[in-house]
């Protein structure tokens, strides 16, 4: 990926949704050794389950790992049985926080503006949130792609983000743990439409948000995709389990 000295590092995050038990976190140490024997052009970032999160956090400490949480609550604290809130991800040593993942908008009802309110909370306990959009296959065959998600922008994204360091991800849902990657045109209209969104909410600090893309990147396609336009990251799931294969997309960025 070329840079400019405005253009931030991409950022490579690994979201291992609802997978890993006490044994995966050699699996981050080995991210953490792998990055201190080479340290990476990008940020690189783990998102395990809540319940690995803080043992997590000191097993990478002091390494070029980040961690973060895959969701959070909008509220602070509460009658929310079940539901962590950004200052407890924050707590057990989370740096940033997934917000609207389509696995929780579409497994949990989330709704952009309750996206929103996750990404205001998540500043509020100062970490750097990932805000998720992206379409169904339905609305890709329309032709409706684009349209739908410069509105998920739009309403997921509280303006409070001004002057504050945010990213965008872009996961078409039928690209998410299917093997289908989306092509490059389509990554690269899709993060065009997304980056004049985001000058048209937030100006010149919308030129340098990162925009990453997510959906199937494995070791083999992430130098492609990486080195588009407008892409300032990848967020890896299947792929981001295995040290080796989390590594070698870190290497490609
Ligand atoms: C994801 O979890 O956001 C994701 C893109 O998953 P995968 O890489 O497995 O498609």
Redesign the pocket.
């Known amino acids: 990926m070329t840079l400019s000295s405005t253009t931030p590092r991409p950022l490579i995050a690994g979201?291992w949704?609802m997978n890993g038990l006490s044994a995966a976190l050699d699996e981050a140490r080995a991210v953490a050794a792998g990055l201190d024997r080479q340290p990476a052009a990008a940020r690189v970032a783990v998102f395990p389950p809540a319940t690995l999160l803080h043992r997590l956090a000191q097993a990478v400490e002091g390494s070029f790992v980040l961690v973060g949480g895959q969701d959070c609550h909008h509220k602070a604290s509460g009658a929310n049985t079940g539901d962590i809130s950004a200052e407890m991800v924050a707590d057990a040593g989370g740096k940033l926080v997934?917000c609207g993942?389509?696995?929780r908008r579409t497994d949990h009802g989330e709704t952009s503006p309750q996206v929103a309110g996750k990404a205001e909370a998540a500043l509020a306990a100062g970490l750097e949130p990932i805000i998720?959009v992206g379409e169904t296959l339905d609305l890709r065959q329309s032709g409706q792609a684009v349209a739908f998600v410069v509105n998920q922008v739009r309403e997921s994204l509280p303006l409070s983000l001004a002057g504050q360091a945010f990213n965008v991800?872009y996961?078409p849902l039928w690209?998410?743990?299917?093997?289908h990657t989306a092509s490059i045109d389509n990554i690269v209209e899709m993060h065009a439409a997304i980056r004049a969104e985001l000058i048209s909410l937030f100006g010149e600090q919308g030129r340098g948000v990162p925009i990453l893309y997510?959906?199937?990147?494995?070791p083999e396609n992430a130098r492609e995709i990486l080195a588009a336009p407008d892409v300032g990251g990848a967020?890896?799931?299947?792929?981001?389990l295995k040290a080796k294969d989390f590594l070698a997309i870190v290497e490609a960025a």
């Open positions: 979201n949704k997934i993942h389509s696995e998720c991800a996961e690209a998410i743990g299917t093997g997510g959906g199937s990147v494995k967020l890896v799931g299947g792929a981001s």
